[in-house]
């Protein structure tokens, strides 16, 4: 059976873990997979999103059969009737912790908890020089404050230029600390902050690997892999006290 996987970013080792995992057993188990940027201009018969309810709202009227697993990162607040006729043209929905599937609850009963999981042999560490004391994983690509807020940011910049720290940290960090202060701040050089800071194409596993902690300070990030992540290469990890990391 040939499917067509929509996913927010085509998936690579470290962000789009998620996606990419999926994607591996659809092909083990014999589905011919098909992997698309997420487009609402796309027209198929059947189709599984993966990625957040955004993904769901541009390829609800796309796809005549559409399955979907939804990573939900906060509480639904905004175009909750949208979101509602989403879900009801959605076959089949799963999410990957019982605190973004308590979220979607308000629009269905039927909603499954299916932890997603990473891939363990992936993170291992060939070379465990501690090189930094800290790695700081932020996604990227985002453009406004909230998210920057959200992915705790702020937290960062705070620890970062209070503490005489060696960190590496991964370009979403760099971005997203620009579009938080701005570019016409001085009393903070964003650029300085980090003293390595990964490509935003680069393995972040080398920022696991190179690391004594990760410190993950998201308020309300859904996701939960870094951490796992890091987990899975011998960094220990400081992470904020919320009800999805502590669940994964």
Same mark, same amino acid.
Not at 184 to 189: E, M, N
Not at 198 to 216: M, Q, T
């Given at each position: 059976m040939r499917l067509t996987v929509f996913a927010n970013a085509i998936p690579h080792l470290g962000f789009g873990t998620v996606?990419?995992?999926i994607v591996r057993w659809l092909k083990r188990y014999g589905y011919d997979v098909e992997l698309k940027p997420v487009d609402s201009r796309y027209r198929r018969d059947v189709g599984l999103v993966i990625g957040d309810l955004g993904t769901i709202l541009a390829l609800g009227n796309s796809v005549d059969r559409l399955y979907a697993y939804v990573v939900v990162e906060g509480p639904?607040?905004?175009l909750v009737d949208d979101v509602e006729r989403a879900l009801n043209n959605v076959v089949g929905l799963a999410t990957p912790s019982r605190f973004s599937a308590s979220e979607l609850a308000r629009f269905r009963r039927d909603v499954m908890v299916i932890p997603h999981g990473i891939e363990l042999d992936k993170f291992k560490c060939s070379n465990t020089?501690?090189?930094? =004391?800290?790695?700081?994983?932020?996604?990227?690509? &985002? &453009?406004?404050k909230a998210i920057a807020l959200?992915?705790?940011v702020d937290y960062y910049i705070s620890v970062l230029s209070t503490m005489n720290l060696r960190s590496i940290a991964t370009y979403g960090f760099v971005h997203l600390a620009n579009v938080l202060l701005g570019k016409?701040?001085? =009393?903070? *050089?964003v650029e300085s902050l980090p003293t390595a800071i990964?490509?935003?194409?680069? =393995?972040?596993?080398?920022?696991?690997?190179?690391? *004594?902690?990760?410190?993950?300070l998201s308020r309300v990030e859904g996701f939960g892999l870094p951490p796992l992540e890091a987990m899975a290469s011998g960094t220990p990890v400081i992470y904020? =006290?919320?009800?999805a990391h502590n669940e994964h």
């Open positions: 996606a990419w995992t639904i607040t905004r020089s501690k090189k930094y =004391d800290v790695a700081i994983v932020v996604s990227y690509p &985002h &453009h406004n959200r992915k705790g016409r701040r001085t =009393d903070v *050089k990964l490509p935003p194409n680069g =393995d972040v596993k080398l920022a696991y690997c190179y690391s *004594k902690i990760l410190l993950w904020t =006290d919320a009800p």
